[in-house]
């Protein structure tokens, strides 16, 4: 089962960005599609954004489309995301996860997390 490690995450002003990666421990890492969590305190856990094994399809939930990005490097084994003019709400625990087959934008199929990393945003 692959193994995901997130890193990236830290505290920045509103407005500002920060890049997310996870590093994934096998080299099947192509064949999974991928995909971004967040939880905020109190929160159930939320769908970001997914991506499909070659970055061909992307899916975004309404409230991060325009501000965020996410993307893969499969001869890496890394997965971004991109997160530009961050909001306050945006602050949570970021995970990462995989998906086997071609389901990057359904939140179920996700079966593999890493242990998460935590963005925190300031007004």
């Known amino acids: 089962q692959v193994q995901l490690v997130e890193s990236g995450g830290g505290l920045v002003q509103a407005g500002g960005s920060l890049r997310l990666s996870c590093a994934a421990s096998?080299?099947?890492?192509?064949?999974?599609?991928m995909g971004w969590f967040r939880q905020a305190p109190g929160l159930e856990r939320e769908f970001v954004a997914g991506?499909?094994?070659?970055?061909?399809?992307?899916y975004y939930v309404d409230s991060v489309k325009g501000r965020f990005a996410i993307s893969r490097d499969n001869a890496k084994n890394t997965v971004y995301l991109q997160m530009n003019s961050l909001k306050p709400e945006d602050t949570a625990v970021y995970y990462c996860?995989?998906?086997?087959?071609?389901?990057?934008?359904?939140?179920?199929?996700?079966?593999?997390w890493g242990q998460g990393t935590q963005v925190t945003v300031s007004s």
């Open positions: 996860a995989a998906a086997p087959g071609s389901r990057y934008n359904d939140p179920t199929a996700f079966n593999t």
């Open positions: 096998e080299r099947t890492f192509k064949w999974y599609d």
């Open positions: 991506i499909n094994w070659n970055g061909g399809n992307t």
